[in-house]
C-alpha cells in the first residue's frame, strides 16, 4: 500500500514538474508582454500541472476508458473556468494598476490625485505612499517658491539699500577730489562720513554673508556650556552707547541662578545684539527698552520688549522674514541695516534648537528667545 502511494506521488509530482518548467520556460519568453498575458499563463500552468498530475496517475492506475474521459473532461471544465476567471481578474487587477500608474504620472506637474477606486492591498498602500510623496513634494515645492521670492526680495531691497551709502560716498569723494570743499572742518566732517558710510556697507556684507552661511547651513557652531547671564550683560554693554546717543533707556538683566544654555558665546552675542539694535531702533526718544533672561521647566530664556508702539497683524507673521521692515519705504535709517537682524537671529536660535517668537506687548513689541538648558547653573560656579 505505502509503494503504490508513493508510486503515485512520484508520478503526479513528475507530469505536474515537467509542465511547471515549460509554464517557467514562457514565462521568461513573455515577461515583456502584457501582465494579463503573464497573469493568464499562471492560471495555464497550475490548471495543467493539476490536470497532468491528474492524467498521469490515472493511467498508471489503469482506470477504464470511460472513467479516464470523465476524469479529462471535468478536469478541462473545470481548468477553464479557472483560466478565464484569471485572466477576468488579471485585467481588473491590470485596470486598476494602468489607473494608478496614470495618476503617478501627474507628481511631477500638479501633483498626485488618487485614484478613488477599489484597489488590492498592496496597490492600495502605493496608492497611499504616491498621495503622501505627493503632499512633501507639494509642500517642498512651496517652500522652494517662498524661498525664490525672499531671494529676489532682498537682492531688490538690498540692491537699494547699497545705493544710499554708495551714492553718500561717491559724492563726499568727488566733492573732496574737485576741492569743492577746502575748509579743515567740512574736509574732516566728509572723512568722518566716508568712514560712517563705509561702516554701513561693511554691516550691511557682514550680516548677507551671515544669512547665506544660515541660509546653506554652513553654520559651524563650537557649542559649550555658555552662561546667558555673561551674553546678557556684554549685549548691554554693547547696546549701551547706541541707545545713549538716542535717548533710549535700557533696563534689565539676568535673574538669579540662571542656568547655562549650550550654545556657541558669539553667535549668541549676536542674536541679543541684533534684538537690542532693532529694539532700540524702534523705541522713540525717552522710550525704554528692557531686556529679561530667566528660566522655567521648560527652557532658559531672554525677553526683549521695547517701546515701538505695536505691530500691525498683518505684519506680526512676517517680521522674520528676510530684508523685511514692516514699512513701505525702504530707505534705512542712518543707523539701519538691510532688515536682515531678525532674520539671521531666528536662524541662529534655531541653529542652537531653540525657538524665537515676537508678540505685541503693551506699547512695544516682545521678543522671546527660548534656548535649551545645559547641566550647570550660575551658582555652581560660586565659591563655596
Not at 543707523?335 to 541653529?351: F, P, Q, T, Y
Not at 525657538?355 to 528667545?369: D, F, H, K, P
Request: glycine fraction near 10%; charged fraction near 20%.
Amino acid at each position: 500500500m505505502t509503494s503504490d502511494l508513493l508510486v503515485v506521488i512520484a508520478i503526479a509530482l513528475a507530469c505536474s514538474l515537467a509542465v511547471a518548467v515549460s509554464g517557467l520556460l514562457l514565462m521568461r519568453v513573455i515577461r515583456q508582454r502584457s501582465l494579463v498575458l503573464s497573469l493568464a499563463v499562471v492560471a495555464l500552468v497550475s490548471v495543467g500541472a493539476v490536470l497532468a498530475g491528474a492524467l498521469g496517475t490515472a493511467k498508471a492506475m489503469f482506470l477504464s476508458d470511460h472513467d479516464l474521459s470523465v476524469l479529462l473532461v471535468v478536469v478541462v471544465v473545470a481548468g477553464s473556468v479557472g483560466i478565464v476567471t484569471a485572466v477576468v481578474l488579471g485585467r481588473a487587477v491590470v485596470a486598476g494598476s494602468r489607473a494608478l500608474g496614470v495618476a503617478a504620472a501627474g507628481l511631477g506637474d500638479g501633483g498626485y490625485t488618487p485614484t478613488g477606486r477599489p484597489l488590492s492591498a498592496e496597490l492600495a498602500t502605493l496608492d497611499r505612499q504616491l498621495a503622501e510623496t505627493s503632499a512633501r513634494l507639494e509642500a517642498s515645492r512651496a517652500r522652494e517658491r517662498a524661498l525664490e521670492a525672499s531671494r529676489r526680495e532682498l537682492v531688490a531691497w538690498v540692491s537699494h539699500d547699497l545705493r544710499t551709502p554708495l551714492a553718500g560716498i561717491r559724492a563726499m569723494a568727488e566733492a573732496l577730489e574737485d576741492g569743492v570743499v577746502t575748509d579743515e572742518e567740512t574736509v574732516a566732517r566728509y572723512h568722518a562720513g566716508l568712514r560712517r558710510e563705509a561702516d554701513r556697507l561693511a554691516a550691511m556684507v557682514d550680516d548677507l554673508f551671515e544669512l547665506s552661511r544660515i541660509n546653506a547651513s554652513a553654520l559651524q557652531l563650537s557649542l559649550q556650556e555658555v552662561s546667558l547671564a555673561d551674553v546678557v550683560s556684554d549685549a548691554l554693554v554693547s547696546a549701551h552707547p547706541v541707545a545713549t546717543a538716542k535717548g533710549v533707556r535700557l533696563v534689565g538683566g539676568a535673574a538669579d541662578g540662571l542656568p547655562f544654555v549650550e550654545g556657541s558665546l558669539p553667535e549668541l552675542g549676536r542674536v541679543l545684539r541684533n534684538l537690542l539694535s532693532n529694539a532700540i531702533r524702534h523705541t522713540p526718544a525717552d522710550g525704554v527698552v528692557s531686556i529679561q533672561a530667566g528660566s522655567d521647566e521648560r527652557s532658559a530664556f531672554v525677553e526683549v520688549i521695547d517701546a515701538c508702539g505695536g505691530i500691525p497683524s498683518d505684519d506680526l507673521p512676517r517680521l522674520f522674514d528676510v530684508a523685511f521692515r514692516g514699512t513701505a519705504a525702504r530707505t534705512p535709517d542712518d543707523d539701519g541695516g538691510a532688515g536682515l537682524g531678525l532674520a539671521i537671529a531666528r536662524g541662529l536660535v534655531e541653529a542652537h534648537n531653540g525657538e524665537i517668537t515676537i508678540a505685541n506687548a503693551g506699547s512695544g513689541c516682545r521678543v522671546l528667545v527660548r534656548l535649551p538648558k545645559a547641566a550647570k547653573t550660575a551658582a555652581d560656579l560660586e565659591p563655596a
